[in-house]
């Protein structure tokens, strides 16, 4: 088989066993096609690549300027492969089972303050017309309150936000559901954009059109609002709110709403939870707010730390 063949049979039985999320199929595909390149480039191929191919292929990207989680995420695709490739029995060893990666480096989280995420909750309220205002306060209180990752707040299906919820069920990667609760702000602004979207998504079926199953609805190839689009807003209201395009991403509502939980005394597991993090060392990151309230705590109220 030649390298094309090599990728897409495991991309469809990753996306078959494993449940893989569109977007990691997309990222692994992207990492293996580079590699099968620089293979064909050495004049060599997937079936007849050594470990100091691969080896060379890291020393390769290392050289490129690649970030070092870059580097360990296109090991991981390629170690996925050829275990894959040596179960099917393409090849009768692994050359990439003893290579160890470059590891990832744990950096602070960039987040936003309390008073910045005010500032753009009240950007949403009141920038554009009247009914993009109540999809972008509904947006940004949903993603403030829960925490959510972009993809799963613009793919929200309508169903699991009706009747008032608490909670509300969210699909995150590898088809994994958790339950997220919503703060008052967060339920009012839902409320009042399923009302204003109803309404939009009757009179679109009075016109012949189908009706959308996703909350946040658009004509876009999926259905529902992109998460580039989204990207955008997010700048836009920034701009609007006084604060600095480049401190505000989706992400960063993400880390700040982590960060403010911990800041008022959530512990780390509920975190976890929350995130949707599968492993409780993703959610460590945060723990430098945890390092500052002890911090806090001993200058306060350790007897020789008063005066």
């Known amino acids: 088989m030649n390298g094309e063949r090599w990728i897409s ?9 494993m449940d893989a999320a569109q977007n990691t199929q997309s990222a692994y595909g992207r990492d293996l096609l580079d590699f099968s390149e620089w293979l064909t480039g050495q004049g060599i191929d997937f ?28 090991l991981s695709s390629i170690k996925g492969l050829y275990r894959f490739a040596f179960e099917e029995g393409w090849r009768d060893d692994n050359p990439a089972i003893q290579i160890k990666g470059p590891g990832r480096t744990k950096s602070l989280p960039k987040t936003l303050s309390v008073e910045e995420v005010e500032s753009l909750l009240s950007a949403a309220q009141n920038f554009g017309r ?10 940004m209180e949903l993603l403030y309150a829960t ?4 993809s799963e707040l613009v793919s929200l299906p309508v169903s ?14 590898g088809g994994k559901e958790r339950m997220v609760p919503l703060s008052p702000p967060a339920k009012t602004a839902l409320a009042a954009w399923i009302i204003q979207r109803d309404k939009e998504q009757d009179l679109a079926q009075s016109k012949g059109k189908p009706v959308s199953k996703f909350l946040f609805a658009s004509r876009s190839k999926a259905g529902h609002m992109t998460r580039n689009r989204f990207y955008l807003l997010i700048k836009e209201l920034a701009v609007f709110g006084g604060i600095s395009p480049a401190k505000v991403t989706p992400h960063t509502l993400r880390h700040a709403f982590a960060t403010h939980l911990l800041a008022n005394g ?18 460590e990151i945060y723990t430098h707010v945890l390092e500052d309230r002890l911090k806090e705590l001993v200058l306060e ?7």
């Open 266 to 283: 959530a512990d780390l597991r509920s975190i976890q939870t929350l995130l949707g993090h599968a492993d409780i060392s993703t959610t």
């Open 130 to 139: 009247s009914k993009d205002r109540l999809r972008n306060t509904c947006l």
């Open 47 to 74: 079936a007849s690549a050594s470990r100091a191919d691969v080896e060379g292929y890291l020393i390769h990207c290392q050289a490129q300027g690649l970030a070092q989680s870059t580097r360990a995420r296109r």
């Open 160 to 173: 699991a936000t009706r009747g008032d919820p608490r909670m509300i069920l969210v699909r995150g990667k």
């Open 147 to 150: 925490g959510m990752r972009v």
């Open 9 to 17: 049979t495991y991309l469809q039985a990753t996306a078959a066993e």
């Open 301 to 307: 109220h350790h007897p020789l730390a008063k005066g």
